[in-house]
């Protein structure tokens, strides 16, 4: 049997060893593009640590006074322990964000989350759920206003127009990674950011 056979012995459905063959999403790619583009929109150069913490850094952006803390992945939950309704389950996507910056005197969370893509694939219902994830982390950490914000690649805004069209419409703000002014247009959006 070759490894894309399927076999059936009686009411099983045995799968062996399929392996995708796809056009490069998912799987080993999802890090190999998506790191790259993380490091790529990464705002590093826009602020100052102030503090290296347990779990999180002390930051002022670049010609701001006012302080934010910077959290990522698995971190923010570390940090907000004390933050935390510990009565609603984690979701799936909600754990790990890209890159997370707390604002504690307006109790603030920004966490921004960044997507890569370059071929065709189901990339664009992830970018669906901003809504779940708004409500999801805003029962986690109910005494915080959550601001999800997207960091897309410019395939997103030929290949997903009405994803990005819904977006608006909710108020989800996306920045462009690609763009040369995307670092200096959310670091302005964190810092100047009302209700």
Not at 3 to 22: A, P, S, Y
Not at 79 to 106: Q, R
Request: glycine share 4%; aromatic share 14%.
């Amino acid at each position: 049997m070759t490894e894309n056979n399927l076999t059936i012995l009686g009411n099983d459905l045995t799968k062996l060893n399929i392996k995708n063959k796809g056009t490069g999403a998912g799987g080993s790619n999802t890090n190999k593009n998506g790191l790259p583009y993380e490091k790529l929109t990464d705002l590093n150069e826009y602020f100052t640590i102030n503090e290296n913490c347990n779990f999180s850094q002390i930051i002022t952006f670049n010609n701001y006074d006012k302080k934010f803390i910077r959290t990522k992945q698995s971190q923010l939950f570390k940090y907000m322990d004390n933050y935390i309704d510990k009565s609603i389950n984690k979701a799936h996507g909600c754990k790990n964000p890209d890159e997370c910056y707390i604002d504690l005197e307006k109790k603030n969370i920004f966490i921004i989350e960044k997507k890569f893509q370059k071929v065709p694939g189901s990339i664009c219902e992830k970018i669906q759920t901003a809504d779940m994830k708004i409500w999801q982390y805003s029962r986690t950490f109910p005494d915080f206003h959550i601001v999800y914000i997207y960091c897309l690649s410019e395939w997103f805004k030929f290949n997903c127009k009405a994803e990005i069209e819904y977006l608006k419409y909710k108020k989800i703000p996306v920045y462009w990674g690609h763009s040369t002014s995307y670092k200096e247009d959310i670091v302005k959006f964190i810092v100047n950011y009302k209700l």
